[in-house]
Every structure is written in C-alpha cells, then in structure tokens.
C-alpha cells in the first residue's frame, strides 16, 4: 500500500493569509457591527417599520444578487483589486450614509455599502482559498470563521459606544475608517493576482 504525503505549504503563505484576515475584520467590523446604529437611524428618518425591514433586509437582496458576478469580477480582474476596490466601497457608502438626508438617501448609501461589502467577502473566500496549503485549508477556514466572529463581538460593542457617546453619524465613520485601514494593509502586503499561479492551478485541480 503506498502512502502519498500531504503538499508541501507553499512558502510565504502566513503573510497574504494573515492580512486576508485583517481585511475579513475590518469588513465584517462595519457589517456586523451595524445594528446598534438602526434605532438611531430609524428615529432620525421616521422610519415606518416597513422601511425598517427593507433598509436592514436589502443586504438579503443585494447579497442574492452580487454574489456571481463578484466572483466572475475577481476571476477576470483579481481579487486583490476587486477586494480591495469593495473595501473602499464599503468606506465610501458608509461616509456617505452618514451625511445622508432622507431615507431615500440612507437607503441608496446602504445600498452602496452592501454592494461594495458582498464583492470584498466573496474575494476574501477566494483570497483564502488561493493562499492558504491545501493540507490546512480546512483549518484555514475555520480561522477565517473565528475571525468573523471576533469581529462581531468587537463590532456590536464598538458600535453601542460610538452612538452612545458621538451619535450615530460619527460611529459610522468609524467602520469607514476600519475599512479604509483594512484595504491599506492588504493591498500593502497582499501579493498581485496572478492568471494561473501554483495555488491558482491547485483551487482548479480540486474542482476539474
């Protein structure tokens, strides 16, 4: 019976994996960090809870709808660029809620956050998957979820603060902030997007 040994990790990984997961914390940090921020918005725009429901439910929405083209988006241009690009999204449509006048405006800014947030999170699943050695994917994985998490127990938390002590207006500037920083360390450190690298030809072979 012949024993065939696991592949060897490629060398280097720990660094792009490590600032894929910053960027997964910055972006989960600003979504799931949002609902402390809804009864105040909700006060501000005299929201019905009918808008209520579609301004918190359009993330479903958008979710359903984003997802493939954000991964065609990142098999044609890269994740990294595509990754970082939603980031910047997410900072964008954030500084922009806050400056939003009607809930026909806070509504088209959310839209805009979640547009750029779904585009991030898909290619940070690939960026995962294209990084990390195919013995510890599962792992890997795992980490990434964790990482998620602790971004929601930091983020509520962080949130409640902010609007507490500067109003909501001023707390979403800070998940634009944490977004912004997020895309500057992973575009920084997250090497380029190649058409066929060794990981690259590795996700394709699993899935031929």
Known sequence: MTMTSAPAAP??????????????FALQLSNLGFSPLLPSI?????????????????????AIALSVPAG?????????????????????????????????SAIAFRGLTIFGY???????????????PRSLRGRTMGVLGATSALASVVGAPLGGLLVREFG?????????GMAVLGTIVFWTFYPPSTDQGPSEGNAHAEHG
Request: proline content about 1%; charged content about 10%; overall charge positive.
């Open 11 to 24: 060398k280097g990984w720990l660094l792009p994996f490590g600032v894929t997961l910053v960027a997964m």
């Open 42 to 62: 909700q006060q501000e725009f005299g929201m019905s809870y009918t808008q209520l429901g579609l301004f918190t439910g359009m993330y479903g929405l958008l």
């Open 72 to 104: 065609l988006s990142a098999k044609r241009l890269g994740e990294k660029r595509v990754l970082g690009a939603g980031l910047l999204g997410v900072a964008v449509g954030s500084v922009l809620l806050g400056e939003a006048w009607n809930f026909e």
């Open 118 to 132: 779904r585009f991030a999170f898909v290619c940070v699943l690939i960026a995962v998957a294209l990084t990390a």
């Open 168 to 176: 909501w207006r001023v707390a979403i500037l800070g998940y634009a």
